[in-house]
């Protein structure tokens, strides 16, 4: 089995790597070979030579590299181009974006990819030790306050000087989501006073247990989906929250904004009308940049200021942490690796709930049914 490490393209913003050397080394086993691109580890500070040191071999020439592979892993999608690089039948293990780029996934099916989705992997326990969006989304929870904490003008904690007292800064989180979650917990570290809201009533001992307050709002609606993530909320339902929520985002030093609902276009929480209704010298970190934003004047991708509030609109933050977040996701892409190769060849049993939910094209074939539905929906329309 030979399982190809891609060079991710640092030049659009990817730093991360699909497996560190640590991680090869406790997956070798005589029939695995692994052949790692050329600089691959660059990015996350990782050279050649720790990969050869693991026990891979490194290869200059990515034709070659590939052109041998039975596995290739990566972090991004693929572009066009590097999907025509691909040999049919290789399987491809990476972050492939199904619902929200769907004729990538229809390009891959027509190369005769078998490739796998980390955003597929089922939010259960068996298969918390591959779930990628958590991992990944840790880390943009972490950072997304040190963001926040750098840009605003204050302290974070309360700090009693001889000069004077100086209060707490009140953060309020909306969605409390995995990256939710740890932006409470990172901004309670720094010593701010915690608010968080989301639409699901389970997180909130959750919120709770990390000592911030929840916004308590009946929406009264159902608004949990499968899998346990959230439904799109009726415009009636959001209508009964912006009352409540402007009021807690014009009290907000940060904000910070991680709701989104799989497959459609992040929830506008924030409005240009609530920006407007903040301090000055406040901040928005919007978590949510990459699909469409939470707040109505995030620009994906830039830090703007608008009337006096600084918006920051990231779209990669796992990347600009990509020592850790290549060891955890390599941990994740290993351990599907490992449930996925059985006696030298992949395992393709769809009767297995992973294999049959990671799993979205195969045999030329789409799998996904969403990703059919969302293709068949983009025929009708054009
Ligand atoms: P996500 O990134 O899809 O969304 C982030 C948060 O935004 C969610 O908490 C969601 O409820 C919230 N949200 C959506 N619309 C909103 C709105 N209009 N207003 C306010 N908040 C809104 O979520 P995620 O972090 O990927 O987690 C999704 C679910 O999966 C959660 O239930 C989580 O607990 C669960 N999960 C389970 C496991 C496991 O069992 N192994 C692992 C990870 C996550």
Redesign the pocket.
Known sequence: MKIAIAREAIEVGERRVALVPATIQRLVQPDWHFLVEAKAGEGSYINDQDYSDAGAAVVADRAELWGHADVILKVAPPSQAEIEQMCPGTALISFLNPLGDPELIEALAARQITAFSMELIP???R??SM?A??SQ?GIAGYKAVLLGAAALPKFFPMLTTAAGTIRPAKVFV???????LQAIATARRLGAIVEA????P??KEEVQSLGAKFVDIDLGED??AE????K??SEAA?AK?QAVLSDRIAQADVVIT?????GKRA?I?VTAAMVEGMQPGSVIVDLAANQGGNCEVTEPGKDINYHGITIIGPTNLPSSMPVHASQLYAKNVATLLEYLIKDNGLNLDFEDDIVDATCVTHGGEIRNPRVKAALNIEVQVS
Do not use: K
């Open positions: 939010r259960t326990s298969a918390q779930d969006l958590s989304a909306m969605g409390a989501g995995v990256a939710g809201f989301d639409i699901r389970a997180v608004t949990v899998g346990g993530y959230a799109e909320v959001q929250t991680t709701a989104q609902v799989p929830p929480l």
